[in-house]
T-cell receptor, first 114, second 115 residues
Framework: KAGVTQTPRYLIKTRGQQVTLSCSPI?????VSWYQQTPGQGLQFLFE???????NKGNFPGRFSGRQFSNSRSEMNVSTLELGDSALYLC?????????????FGPGTRLTVL | AQSVTQPDIHITVSEGASLELRCNYS??????LFWYVQSPGQGLQLLLK??????LVQGIKGFEAEFKRSQSSFNLRKPSVHWSDAAEYFC?????????????FGKGTKLSVKP
């Protein structure tokens, strides 16, 4: 099975712009989560989607949003970019079965805001 | 609120030496605990997990971890470190009452290996 894929791998934007990142989960996985990783704050949970519905959300401003499609692919959007949004954005998928499932992480998208 | 503490930001060990990375968590009930490893420029790879049962869990690459409820700890160990183990290691706990996809991570411990 192919792993979690994220596109693009690298992105450079300027302040005020918006950006969309994409995540394709492992085939058959119904849950997709997004995390932001920065040197200062570490890894922080953004949100999780399951069957096209946001199931949980972290403590991030409304500029951060996401969605999930019927094929479980997910996108996250950041509007009005700020310098502090520069980070590695990681996507993770899991089967979404009953009980606790292992998260499988993608390689991440490195976003640089200038 | 749940939290994870990794007290050591950076550890250097000699190749062949033993390793122990510390992790303490704060959680009200029996936690779901994980150790992940991240190589530079890469995503996270799961080393091992604890859900319930035997408190000593074995993982990939020769790693093991022991869950100690009385100490709220889940320390990662390896008897003999290889140069390829140099990476950053993250301890994580499944968030209380949250969905499966919500993990709370420690700040990580960077491991350097001396030849």
């Amino acid at each position: 099975k192919a792993g979690v894929t994220q596109t693009p791998r690298y992105l450079i934007k300027t302040r005020g712009q918006q950006v969309t990142l994409s995540c394709s989960p492992i085939s058959g996985h119904r849950s997709v989560s997004w995390y932001q990783q920065t040197p200062g704050q570490g890894l922080q949970f953004l949100f999780e989607y399951f069957s096209e519905t946001q199931r949980n959300k972290g403590n991030f401003p409304g500029r951060f949003s996401g969605r999930q499609f019927s094929n479980s692919r997910s996108e996250m959007n950041v509007s009005t970019l700020e310098l502090g949004d520069s980070a590695l954005y990681l996507c993770a998928s899991n089967p979404g079965l009953a009980g606790y499932n292992e998260q499988f992480f993608g390689p991440g998208t490195r976003l640089t805001v200038l | 609120a749940q939290s994870v503490t990794q007290p050591d930001i950076h550890i250097t060990v000699s190749e062949g030496a033993s390793l122990e990375l510390r992790c303490n968590y704060s959680y009200g009930a029996t936690p779901y605990l994980f150790w992940y490893v991240q190589s530079p420029g890469q995503g996270l790879q799961l080393l091992l997990k604890y859900f319930s049962g035997d408190t000593l869990v074995q993982g990939i690459k020769g790693f093991e971890a022991e869950f100690k409820r009385s100490q709220s700890s889940f320390n990662l160990r390896k008897p003999s470190v290889h140069w390829s183990d140099a990476a950053e290691y993250f301890c994580a706990v499944g968030a209380d009452g949250g969905s499966q996809g919500n993990l709370i991570f420690g700040k990580g411990t960077k491991l350097s290996v001396k030849p």
